[in-house]
């Protein structure tokens, strides 16, 4: 398969060893897909294409401040020359955000929420808009990553402040469904509760329940793929 006719797919927040990121990338590769790498360190997005090269598989690193709405424009147009002709865009996994506590409402900072807001909301948010153009082509896919903590029910106290920006998510991702039906772009969340990943292990210890990364892979992969075509504005929880 040549590099113009794979199938495009843009994994933002890619991260560290150890995190989500990485897995999902690589199983998206293992399935075909050309994977464009996004991270705010130059040289960890970079790391994670290097490992996919190594694996036989075939990518493009960039670096972005993914809460800046003019670095974020700036990355849409040089995907948008990777994409072939006319461009176009597979898929659109927004794995770029953050967990932090915010403690009691009533002892928190406005500060906790504007970063919460920046880099859970502000991340998905801009880049939804700026690839919503390369997506409709090709009738692509949105993931979106929420959080069990953004599901009725949940216990938020102390960290609603990430409970919030995560609810945003969902309401962004159930916006961008509706509007783009149309369009025959699809948008999904996942809301999975603690991943295995090395950050939480050094946090949270061995003894909590955990999500697999392979299994979000394996979700984010599906809903990117045919068999989910029929799958739109969806909260799908994981753990």
Not at 17 to 39: S, Y
Not at 56 to 82: I, K, N
Request: net charge neutral.
């Amino acid at each position: 398969m040549t590099q113009s006719a794979r199938r495009l797919a843009v994994v933002t927040g890619i991260g560290r060893p150890g995190q989500t990121g990485e897995v999902i990338a690589r199983v998206l590769a293992e399935n075909g897909m050309r994977i464009i790498a996004v991270a705010r360190s130059a040289d960890e997005a970079k790391a994670r294409v290097d490992d996919l090269r190594a694996a036989g598989h075939d990518g493009e690193s960039f670096a972005c401040d993914l809460s800046d709405e003019t670095q974020v424009a700036t990355l849409a147009r040089s995907v948008s020359a990777l994409a072939g002709s006319p461009p176009r865009l597979d898929a659109l996994v927004n794995i770029a955000g953050g967990f932090g506590m915010s403690g009691p409402v009533a002892e928190s900072t406005v500060d906790v929420w504007n970063t919460q807001r920046s880099i859970n909301v502000a991340t998905a948010y801009l880049a939804t808009r700026a690839f919503l153009p390369l997506l409709r082509p090709a009738h692509g896919s949105i993931v979106y990553f929420a959080s069990a903590a953004a599901l009725p029910g949940a216990s938020v106290a102390r960290m609603w402040a990430y409970a919030a920006a995560k609810s945003s998510v969902v309401a962004l991702m159930r916006a961008v469904a509706d509007e783009e039906r149309a369009n025959g772009v699809r948008a999904n969340a996942l809301a999975p509760t603690a991943i295995r990943t090395e950050a939480n292990l050094s946090t949270m210890g061995d003894k909590t329940r955990y999500v697999e990364r392979e299994d979000v892979a394996a979700a984010v992969s599906w809903l990117c793929s045919d068999a989910s075509r029929a799958v739109s504005g969806q909260v799908i929880r994981l753990g």
